[in-house]
């Protein structure tokens, strides 16, 4: 009777999935817009302020953009964090950081804002996160957000975005 003899060859694909911190740097990719009366716009990256200020009860909208990513077009995003620190000014507290919705700059090649228009006219993700957990926390708290995996996948979707 033939022998027969079968060969089964198993091959294990690994996939590695990069990861990267990028830092906020003190420059004009970085800054915030109080935005009750008369609206007081602050370019620098001290601190990414969110909420309501207590003493003016102003509200208070900040961006970051973050340069030299290299992410392909239309690569996965398997998660993605901001991750930072409490800090506040005023002994007691002085920042309240309710309801805090963070959205995406839908732009193939984002520019930071130079003035309140300009902030104003960023065109939105439709993909956004709620914030919620920010408020009364001791200084020096170290703070994650809720994963904004698909605003980023939001962005690097679009026809037009290049990675880095």
Do not use: C
Request: charged share 20%.
């Amino acid at each position: 009777m033939p022998t027969s003899v079968r060969s089964l060859a198993l091959a294990r694909t690994v996939t590695t999935f990069p990861t990267f911190t990028k830092l906020v740097v003190a420059s004009a990719d970085d800054g915030r817009l109080f935005t009750n009366g008369a609206p007081l716009f602050v370019v620098d990256s001290v601190a990414v302020i969110v909420g309501t200020e207590d003493l003016t009860g102003q509200n208070i909208a900040s961006w970051l953009r973050f340069t030299g990513v290299a992410v392909p077009r239309r690569a996965t995003i398997r998660s993605a964090k901001l991750n930072g620190q409490i800090w506040q000014e005023r002994a007691g507290g002085g920042i309240s950081g309710h309801r805090t919705l963070l959205y995406g700059n839908n732009a193939d090649d984002a520019v930071a804002p130079i003035n309140t228009n300009g902030f104003n006219n960023l065109d939105r993700t439709d993909s956004s996160v709620a914030w919620d957990a920010l408020s009364e926390l001791a200084n020096d708290t170290p703070i994650e957000s809720p994963d904004i995996s698909a605003i980023i996948q939001e962005i690097v979707n679009r026809g037009g975005w290049k990675s880095g």
